[in-house]
């Protein structure tokens, strides 16, 4: 299903890290284990939204926004997904990481791979998910603009967040 790509270490039994990640650029046959990783996670992170939300969102997730965007997966040793994401040129439009895998640093392994193709780099993220902007300031991205409504118009603050310079993972 998935194919080999850049490893980001070496490989143990234990639960996956970021040193045991493999990333490589998804295909459109990858989008269903990969909208199923997006489910898990905002299951996992995204209290805000109810399930209607969550539902109506998954099928724009895999017939909208994944096949917009440049999109690379995380595979463990394996070959299983355990996180995506999802580039408009610096923009990260997506990351995700099934609920499995987190705080294994497969974020981290996405991001750092994303700062080899792009010395700057930008994120929006949901004010009401503090994990995720917590992350991201752990991974040196400053807030610097706030919109009240998500871009599809509804009542979702975004924070507009950005890491000007490269920055060691």
Partial sequence: MFATGVSVGGMSDSAPTRSEVVVHPASEGDF???TAVWRSAVEATHDFLSEADVD???LRVRNEFLPAVDVHVAVDAQDRPLGFIGMAGHRVEMLFVDASARGRGVGSALLSWA?????ALEVDVNEQNPQAR?????????????????????P????????????RL
């Fill in 115 to 119: 700062a080899t193709r792009h010395t």
């Fill in 32 to 34: 269903d284990a990969l």
């Fill in 156 to 167: 979702f603050p975004v924070i507009h967040m950005r890491r000007p310079t490269p920055h």
């Fill in 134 to 154: 917590g992350f991201y300031e752990s991974q040196g991205f400053e807030a610097f603009d706030r919109s009240p409504l998500d871009a599809d118009g509804r």
């Fill in 56 to 58: 109506h969102y998954e």
